[in-house]
T-cell receptor, first 114, second 111 residues
C-alpha cells in the first residue's frame, strides 16, 4: 500500500529532552511538510522540503529542526528550545510543490511533554 | 494565500446532501480552491480542488461561482462517517510551501 507513515502514534517526553518524530512516504513524492495542530485549531506549517537536501522554514520553525537526506524520509526534531512542544504533529507529502498538487497526510503523532 | 470564511458548524441529516459554503472574496486569478476534511484525531484527508470550473469526484462536488468569490462543497448523500471538520483553502499555483488551514466547518451528520 502506498502512503505516509508516522511513528509513533503517541509519544511522551520529559521537558528538556530533544525528540525526533518519524515521517516516511512511499508515494515517490518530491515535496514533504510538517504541520503542528493545537486543540481546536487549524494546522500551522513548521517546515517544508521541495526536494532532497533542501528545506525551508514555515510559520513556526523556532525550536524545531528537520533533515531531508532521502526522498522518502523527512524527520522532525522537537528541541528543548521549543517552549510549548505538546501538540499533534502531522506530516504530509505532495507530488510537487506547486499549488495544483494536493497534499496527502499521515496519521499524525501526538506528543506530550511534561 | 487568500483568506477564507466558513461557518463554524453545520448539521445534516444522514442520507441528505450536505452543502458546505466557503467565502473567498479576495481570491486572485492564480489561486486554486481546495477542500480537506479532518476526522477527529486523524490527519486531514484531501477531498477535491478546482480553479474555475465545477469539479466532481467520487467523494464530492465543488461548485465555484462565476466571480470565484465563493464556493460550495457538496456531499451528495451524507453518512455518519462524513462527520468531520471541513477546511476550505485557497492556494496559488506557484505556492511552493503550505496549505493555510483556518478554523473550518464542523459538520455533524445526524441519524
Amino acid at each position: 500500500d502506498g502512503g505516509i507513515t508516522q511513528s509513533p502514534k503517541y509519544l511522551f517526553r520529559k521537558e528538556g529532552q530533544n525528540v525526533t518524530l518519524s515521517c516516511e512516504q512511499n508515494l515517490n513524492h518530491d515535496a514533504m511538510y510538517w504541520y503542528r495542530q493545537d486543540p481546536g485549531q487549524g494546522l500551522r506549517l513548521i517546515y517544508y522540503s521541495q526536494i532532497v537536501n533542501d528545506f525551508q522554514k514555515g510559520d513556526i520553525a523556532e525550536g524545531y529542526s528537520v533533515s531531508r537526506e532521502k526522498k522518502e524520509s523527512f524527520p522532525l526534531t522537537v528541541t528543548s528550545a521549543q517552549k510549548n512542544p505538546t501538540a499533534f504533529y502531522l506530516c504530509a507529502s505532495s507530488r510537487g510543490a506547486g499549488g495544483s498538487y494536493e497534499q496527502y497526510f499521515g496519521p499524525g503523532t501526538r506528543l506530550t511533554v511534561t | 494565500d487568500a483568506k477564507t470564511t466558513q461557518p463554524p458548524s453545520m448539521d445534516c441529516a444522514e442520507g441528505r446532501a450536505a452543502n458546505l459554503p466557503c467565502n473567498h472574496s479576495t481570491i486572485s486569478g492564480n489561486e486554486y480552491v481546495y477542500w480537506y476534511r479532518q476526522i477527529h484525531s486523524q490527519g486531514p484527508q484531501y477531498i477535491i480542488h478546482g480553479l474555475k470550473n465545477n469539479e466532481t469526484n467520487e467523494m464530492a462536488s465543488l461548485i465555484i461561482t462565476e466571480d470565484r468569490k465563493s464556493s460550495t462543497l457538496i456531499l451528495p448523500h451524507a453518512t455518519l462517517r462524513d462527520t468531520a471538520v471541513y477546511y476550505c483553502i485557497v492556494r496559488a499555483y506557484n505556492a511552493g510551501n503550505m496549505l493555510t488551514f483556518g478554523g473550518g466547518t464542523r459538520l455533524m451528520v445526524k441519524p
